[in-house]
T-cell receptor
């Protein structure tokens, strides 16, 4: 079993929909949680960064971390076709903050 | 462009050949990382440098792989005697870390796509 599990999708939604992306993990030592967006043939781009549990909002994006359930989420409001990409969750522990453990990514398609 | 720069973007080679990739990190960043990503998977950690010192290597990094970061600036990743299983996207990232256990934000380059025929 992988340390970080992520549904590969693809997830197809109409423009303007609210998108919910999720990851579960097994390592209780993880303290830093990130969401990256990756377009085809590009490197991952950091979208959201949170420490420990709680919510963080940035524009149309909201990241939630529930450490008791070992579950993290990314919500995208008013989704746009330009949001079509693969979304990767990543996490790390305090003692190894340099070593990100990634999920396999969820492919999102926002239909005009 | 002040982001992480990787060259070449694509490399096609024959099995058994040696290849070298280069990464130029964001200038004020003191840490540099190499990750590998195969199709349909997330990136996997290979190794990282704090300035010029290579501090950790993953067991994914076999003896055929070597990475350097002379003078703590750019880094090179060399693969000797390439195998078809080495085909992947090789990603470089950099960050600024104030010390151990501090939060770090890794910024990735666009990667080098390696195809071994």
């Amino acid at each position: 079993q992988k340390e970080v599990e992520q549904d590969p999708g693809p997830l197809s939604v109409p423009e303007g929909a609210i998108v919910s992306l999720n990851c579960t993990y097994s390592n209780s030592a993880f303290q830093y949680f990130m969401w990256y967006r990756q377009y085809s043939r590009k490197g991952p781009e950091l979208l959201m960064y949170t420490y420990s549990s709680g919510n963080k909002e940035d524009g149309r994006f909201t990241a939630q971390v529930d450490k008791s359930s070992k579950y993290i989420s990314l919500f995208i409001r008013d989704s746009q076709p330009s949001d079509s990409a693969t979304y990767l969750c990543a996490m790390s522990g305090v003692d190894s903050s340099y070593k990100l453990i990634f999920g396999s990514g969820t492919r999102l398609l926002v239909r005009p | 462009d002040t982001g992480v720069s990787q060259n070449p973007r694509h490399k096609i080679t024959k099995r058994g050949q040696n290849v070298t990739f280069r990464c130029d990190p964001i200038s004020e960043h003191n840490r540099l990382y190499w990750y590998r990503q195969t199709l349909g998977q997330g990136p996997e950690f290979l190794t990282y440098f704090q300035n010029e010192a290579q501090l950790e290597k993953s067991r994914l990094l076999s003896d055929r792989f070597s990475a350097e970061r002379p003078k703590g600036s750019f880094s090179t990743l060399e693969i000797q005697r390439t195998e078809q299983g080495d085909s992947a996207m090789y990603l470089c990232a950099s960050s600024f870390a104030r010390g151990e256990g501090t939060n770090e934000k890794l910024f990735f380059g666009s990667g080098t796509q390696l195809s071994v025929l």
